[in-house]
């Protein structure tokens, strides 16, 4: 009996050794897009298990070749580099249903706005996020799902301003954006999109002068 008992230990202590040694690489697993761009590749991770929904829908688009030959129509230094729904001409490209938010949810798993996350562009409806995502270029924290208190007008923080709104108007203002991947090669080129010269463009501000395209994105198999 007592045999049998050490040499369950052994195996068990080879197994946990075995475990211990072996190198834990989450990216192995996770879905890596490149989005090939006029400045450059940059390699994107994306985190379904943190926002299901956004990476799913988000991939529906790379999949379909939505991107493809769209531009950054809107870069701000200091702030984040938005596309993906214009083509060179500004001309929007139609897009699909809007998806839920998972701010709140991927924040609670760890996921922040902060630099070189990929997350969902949206009007100020919560709920309105379709094909559009931003890169952020700095650590955009109030971009992040904020709880609030009670109470009603309630108050609530916007870089570093505390502001008192109805508490309708607050849960709007504080819904938050998700993140649902990060840049984990070319930031770089990230680096040079972010300094592009901008102006105006029809009823758009902060357009690049020239056109930097998104020539496409795709999932690596």
């Known amino acids: 009996m007592s045999f049998i008992n050490r040499r369950k230990f052994s195996i068990l202590t080879a197994a946990t050794a075995l475990i211990l040694q072996a190198p834990f690489s989450f990216s192995e697993t996770l879905p890596n897009v490149v989005m090939k761009t006029s400045m450059g590749d940059i390699t994107l991770e994306l985190y379904p298990q943190k926002a299901p929904k956004t990476v799913e829908n988000f991939l529906r688009y790379v999949n379909s070749g939505h991107y493809s030959n769209t531009i950054f129509h809107r870069v701000i230094d200091n702030f984040m580099i938005q596309g993906g729904g214009f083509d060179k001409k500004m001309r929007e490209k139609p897009s699909g249903k809007p998806i839920a938010l998972e701010a709140r949810y991927a924040l609670d798993r760890g996921l922040k ?37 009670e109470g009603d007008p309630v108050q609530f923080t916007r870089r570093n301003e505390i502001i008192s709104a109805p508490r309708a108007q607050a849960l709007q203002a504080t819904a938050g954006y998700t993140p649902f991947g990060k840049v984990i090669k070319g930031m770089e080129v990230i680096d040079k999109i972010k300094t592009a010269r901008t102006g105006s463009n029809g009823m758009n501000e902060n357009v690049p002068v020239e056109a930097i395209t998104i020539e496409s994105i795709k999932l690596l198999k």
């Open 113 to 149: 706005n902060e630099i070189g996350t990929i997350a969902m562009a949206r009007t100020n409806d919560p709920n309105s996020a379709s094909a559009q995502f931003f890169i952020n270029v700095n650590n955009n924290d109030f971009l992040d799902h904020q709880i609030l208190p």
